[in-house]
């Protein structure tokens, strides 16, 4: 059981390490305290994992036309969501939601792989392994 929460807790120790840096980058995106990172960054792997999927299905044909590139105005969306759900969370507007979510998801990327390393065992499966089933 705590091999699974293992997983969780760096993804989400890489996600409140990505919303701190990039409230440092721009100055339309702040927070009140260290406990209101924390709980940004949890609300937001949540949206991550709930909200932004429905996002991107309600929205498939557009991200198709655009080639992708709505996913990053998805990506805006859910960081604007989180921010209106988290007292203490303060964002300027759609365009630092925008250019601090490109950057919050590169930097999480480059993090993830860095400290992962990318290896299975710190992957969070999203569906079963072929064969099996989760019930």
């Not at 760096?10 to 927070?31: Q, R």
């Not at 964002?91 to 999480?108: E, I, K, N, R």
Request: aromatic share 10%; proline share 5%; no cysteine.
């Amino acid at each position: 059981m705590l091999s699974n929460l293992t997983p969780f807790l760096i993804h989400w120790a890489i996600l409140a390490l990505a919303l701190w840096v990039v409230s440092h980058m721009f100055k339309g995106l702040s927070f009140d305290g260290a406990g209101t990172l924390v709980i940004a960054a949890l609300l937001l792997g949540l949206a991550n994992a709930v909200v932004r999927p429905l996002l991107v299905v309600l929205t498939l044909p557009l991200t198709l036309l655009t080639f992708g590139l709505f996913l990053l105005v998805i990506n805006a969306l859910v960081l604007m969501l989180v921010a209106k759900l988290v007292s203490g969370f303060h964002l300027d507007g759609f365009g630092t939601a925008f250019w601090a979510s490109l950057v919050m998801s590169l930097l999480s990327l480059v993090l993830g792989a860095f400290l992962l390393g990318g290896t299975p065992e710190f992957t969070i499966q999203t569906s079963p392994p072929p064969g099996q089933t989760w019930l």
